[in-house]
Nanobody
Framework: QVQLVESGGGLVQTGGSLRLSCVAS????????MAWYRQAPGKEREFVAG????????DYSVAVKGRFTISRDDAKNTVYLQMTSLKPKDTTLYYC????????WGRGTQVAISS
């Protein structure tokens, strides 16, 4: 069974940067598309960024495009989300997702941006 553990969240000021990590255990995810989502209290979970199994293709939500970068290191079974130019509206829980069957989710890491 695949398990995902996110880390790297924290509190930073507006304009700052954070790098989130998602480490997978249980099996290799080198053949799976990986993604980051976020969810604020009382709101639906929203897509943030995705990366193909090969790493050659990435896609981003309009809200983060140009500021966030998703990458993967299959040797470490890890996916990253580099976040720059952070804004208070980026404050929420961030979740890692693996397009396994069924889909796998981590428990999330909290990101807070102070104004």
């Amino acid at each position: 069974q695949v398990q995902l553990v996110e880390s790297g969240g924290g509190l930073v000021q507006t304009g700052g940067s954070l790098r989130l990590s998602c480490v997978a255990s249980g099996r290799t995810l080198s053949r799976d598309r990986m993604a980051w989502y976020r969810q604020a209290p009382g709101k639906e979970r929203e897509f943030v960024a995705g990366i193909s199994s090969s790493g050659a293709f990435t896609d981003y939500s309009v809200a983060v495009k140009g500021r966030f970068t998703i990458s993967r290191d299959d040797a470490k079974n890890t996916v990253y989300l580099q976040m720059t130019s952070l804004k208070p509206k980026d404050t929420t829980l961030y979740y890692c997702n693996a397009s396994t069957s069924p889909p796998c989710w981590g428990r999330g890491t909290q990101v807070a941006i102070s104004s």
